[in-house]
């Protein structure tokens, strides 16, 4: 299947907003997916088509590369690619990377690897080597792919930096992912030099992941006070970090050209693209506007990806459980890690059993009303991790008066028989 998210009548569809109507958008999804067997997750094309378009808004212009994590389905990937301003992968194993440039020109490998045998296979292909981008931090990580694959006899490997985006301080210590050594700017044109003097290597990248701006809510539900903390510290970090990345770009391009310097996600998309060093910013999770982005005060994703569970058992009058539903974020170990239960409302975990591998008990006033068999919809905290569950996800368009239509199903990287990570 073929999907168009600039088509006019699906644009049309999407700015009549039909997810801010909970009391008809889940019984939609329920209606579209009543022949599909549970655990069934659903793409509402709505949805999905405003947060494309909606990201572009918040970049004004800055290009956007689709980190491939939070997707996780080739079609939404090239659907989106296909959008101007939009242009990229953000892949996260070298394997993955591989398999995407067979129809993807531009994959960047987000983390680090030692695959060998991945990296065997890039060493040998033109095409791919022409294509993908593997990250450094470290010059170890340059000797492994030498021990691989020797410089002189192999395809020039694209090599990307990633620079530190953590925020320091005094008090708190270290804030954000612990990433990349490389935190000052003369460290990072040290690296590059090491990459020049190399045979085998191009240097044409460095990103840097500001976590603790992109990734963190600044307006928790329910916690003021963390929230003004929260957006105290993100103001001085993304005033610490702009001064610093720029010094450490400049340091950088005073030897060598760069092809793209890349920051940010989806939660810092206007913050980063407004700095002069950056040409890109790395998106994903806000095409499918998983829960986690609630916490955001200065946007507002739509809930284009859900999951639904079905009732299977009454253990009694107050109770409703539902088959499977522990499909648990990575990160700190929390409650906003746990899935969102959101249609029928008022519905909550059972305190002693929470959301369990294969059964999850559920209270609350509407489990009194729930029977076997009834649907249950629950969005998760992150983006990509629940099509780790799903061979295939069902699209789903609802129109104006509510009723759920579906496509073609989609395949899922597990789907079509392939696990990264």
Request: aromatic share 6%.
């Amino acid at each position: 299947m073929t999907l168009d998210l600039a088509a006019p009548e699906l644009l049309a569809a999407a700015a009549r907003e039909p997810w801010m109507r909970p009391a008809s958008y889940w019984p939609s999804l329920t209606e579209a997916t009543a022949d599909q067997s549970a655990p069934v997750v659903a793409l509402c094309l709505e949805a999905l088509a405003h947060n494309a378009h909606d990201m572009l808004r918040r970049a004004h212009g800055t290009p956007l590369r689709v980190a491939s994590k939070s997707v996780r389905l080739r079609s939404v990937l090239d659907a989106v690619l296909a959008l101007p301003g939009y242009h990229g992968v953000l892949a996260y194993t070298l394997p993955e990377a591989l398999w995407l440039s067979e129809t993807i020109d531009d994959v960047v490998v987000a983390y680090p690897s030692t695959d060998r045998a991945a990296y065997a296979q890039l060493a040998r292909n033109e095409a791919a080597a022409n294509r993908v981008t593997v990250m450094i931090d470290s010059v170890d990580q340059l000797e492994l792919i030498d021990r691989v694959a020797s410089p002189t006899s192999r395809n020039s490997i694209r090599v990307c930096r990633d620079f530190d985006a953590s925020f320091e301080l005094r008090v708190l210590g270290r804030i954000g992912a612990l990433r990349s050594p490389v935190r000052e700017p003369e460290q990072l044109r040290r690296l590059a030099e090491r990459v020049l003097q190399r045979p085998g290597f191009t240097l044409v990248g460095v990103m840097s992941y500001e976590a603790q701006i992109a990734g963190v809510g600044d307006q928790p539900i329910g916690r003021p006070m963390t929230g003004a903390v929260m957006r105290a510290m993100q103001q001085q970090s993304a005033a610490e970090l702009a001064e610093r990345r720029a010094a450490a770009i400049s340091a950088v391009r005073s030897i060598a050209d760069l092809q793209f310097v890349n920051g940010g996600g989806t939660g810092s998309i206007e913050r980063t693209a407004a700095e002069p060093s950056i040409t890109e910013v790395a998106v994903g999770s806000g095409l499918f506007g998983p829960h986690l982005f609630d916490n955001y005060r200065s946007f507002s994703p739509a809930p284009a990806v859900a999951f639904a569970l079905d009732v299977v058992r009454r253990p009694n009058a107050k109770t409703a459980t539902v088959l499977g539903g522990g499909w648990v974020a990575s990160g700190p170990a929390g409650r906003d890690r746990l899935p969102q239960i959101v249609w029928p409302a008022g519905l909550s975990y059972a305190a002693r059993e929470g959301a369990g591998e294969v059964q999850s008990p559920l209270i609350g006033h509407a489990a009194r009303g729930l029977a076997v068999g009834d649907r249950v919809w629950l969005r998760h905290t992150k983006s990509g991790e629940p099509m780790e569950h799903a061979n295939e996800v069902v699209p789903v368009r609802v129109n104006a008066g509510g009723n759920g239509q579906t496509d073609d199903l989609l395949l899922t990287y597990r789907g079509e028989g392939k696990c990264f990570l």
